[in-house]
């Protein structure tokens, strides 16, 4: 029986050896665990020849069908994958996706092993998706990069804890700073979305340092939106000075509304004079729009105890800022940010107690991003990994370089703890 002409099989990687130049390339044999991955020969026009695989095998697919379209399969075609990986390339990207929806490596791992045929490991253990963490995450999070200019930020954090089952004392696990950005004018994709998301064990400015680098913004937001947090506004005027001049300082660190409202609404309360339609409460409705109004409100306090402190606390910063609010970008509220906090902890809350290397957290961090940015499509990703593997000779990352140091006794040092 004839052998099956070759019509669409990879070209050799040696510079000249084409079929314009009289050279043919044909099936010679197969190589890899279970023999499934295709070797191919290169003959030349006086019978010399050399054996060659193509950077990014074939998986030799059960039954000779795709899995996706159910079509026929040469021996030499089927879904790529990684040069030194068993695993199609697909089963990586729907991975990725699976953990930045929240699924836990161990489940991902699972869900792979069953796509791809193998069996279970005994416990069910996540290593190979946190291998692939290693190696592949990157790869999708940098091609996903804001390239943007946001003229607000929002900063914004929130804490994971861990509670103790038998005393019930609480401690903090980590913290994910989470800056939430509204595009300039001119940008590509004007929807307000998550610019960076960075956990750490602690929320200190120099952590705050560290996620605003890693924006590499190409120019200041014109506003900075927080709440009353004194380690954000270090971080601020460490990454971008403020100029003296007549002009507003780039950026200006907007004190968020919804915040001021509710905490003099608790001074209020405390003074017993928080009751609806009140002199002081219909004051409060207008008191950060204009400074005329900011000063009506510090008039109407100055009776009272805890308002009149709050009041006086607030009002040097509140006057500037009421007096210049017109000029700014119209984010006021740190509400995007708390968005993405609320729903980061509906993702990761249950399995926080096991995220504890920094690297491979930030990395998932990164997935959960996009898929909070609406930007997790498995076939995007299937693309990206595929270009990334074809220009690096099949290969991704190195693995097991971001595993955590251990001790004198072999026990793991946490890097997010």
């Known amino acids: 029986m004839p052998r099956p002409r070759l019509v669409d099989a990879p070209p050799c990687p040696r510079p000249g050896h084409t079929t314009d130049h009289g050279f043919r390339v044909s099936r010679d044999g197969r190589y890899g665990s279970g023999q499934q991955r295709q070797k191919f020969r290169c003959t030349d026009p006086g019978g010399a020849f050399h054996r060659f695989t193509p950077p990014l095998p074939r998986e030799h697919t059960k039954g000779g069908q795709c899995d996706a379209c159910d079509s026929e399969l040469s021996p030499h075609t089927g879904p790529v994958v990684g040069r030194n990986y068993r695993h199609r390339l697909r089963l990586v990207a729907q991975a990725l996706v699976a953990v930045g929806q929240g699924v836990s490596y161990a489940r991902a791992a699972s869900r792979a092993r069953a796509s791809a045929g193998r069996k279970p490991t005994l416990g069910g253990g996540g290593q190979l998706v946190a291998e692939w963490m290693d190696s592949w995450a990157s790869v999708v999070i940098d091609a996903h990069a804001e390239t943007d200019w946001p003229e607000t930020l929002v900063l914004d954090s929130t804490d994971f804890w861990w509670t103790n089952a038998r005393t019930r004392t609480r401690r903090r696990e980590f913290a994910i700073l989470i800056a939430y950005g509204y595009p300039g004018p001119g940008a590509q994709n004007r929807r307000p979305r998550v610019w960076g998301i960075h956990a750490s064990t602690t929320a200190q400015a120099a952590d705050w340092v560290e996620l605003l680098t890693s924006l590499n913004l190409p120019a200041p937001p014109a506003s900075i939106v927080t709440d009353d947090n004194l380690a954000v506004a270090a971080a601020v005027r460490q990454m971008w000075p403020a100029q003296p001049g007549p002009s507003l300082p780039i950026p200006f660190i907007f004190a ?13 309360a405390n003074d017993g004079v928080a009751h609806h339609g009140s002199r002081r409460m219909k004051r409060l409705d207008t008191a950060f729009r204009r400074p005329e109004a900011w000063q009506e409100f510090v008039d109407s306090t100055q009776q ?6 709050w009041a006086s606390q607030w009002n040097a910063r509140l006057s500037h800022q009421s007096a210049v609010r017109h000029l700014l970008p119209g984010h006021r509220t740190t509400s995007g940010a708390e968005a993405a906090a609320h729903q980061l902890k509906n993702l990761l809350e249950a399995r926080s107690f096991s995220l504890r290397n920094a690297t491979r957290t930030n990395r998932l961090l990164g997935l959960v991003r996009l898929h909070l940015n609406n930007q997790d499509d498995e076939g995007n990703y ?8 074809e220009q690096s000779g099949g290969h991704g990352q190195p693995q097991r370089l971001n595993r955590d140091l251990r001790d004198f006794n072999g026990n793991p040092q946490p890097s997010l703890r």
């Open 304 to 309: 009272l105890r805890h308002a009149g402190q």
């Open 382 to 389: 299937h693309r990206l990994l595929r270009a990334h593997a």
């Open 256 to 268: 968020c509304e919804h915040h001021l409202r509710i905490m003099a609404l608790e001074a209020l």
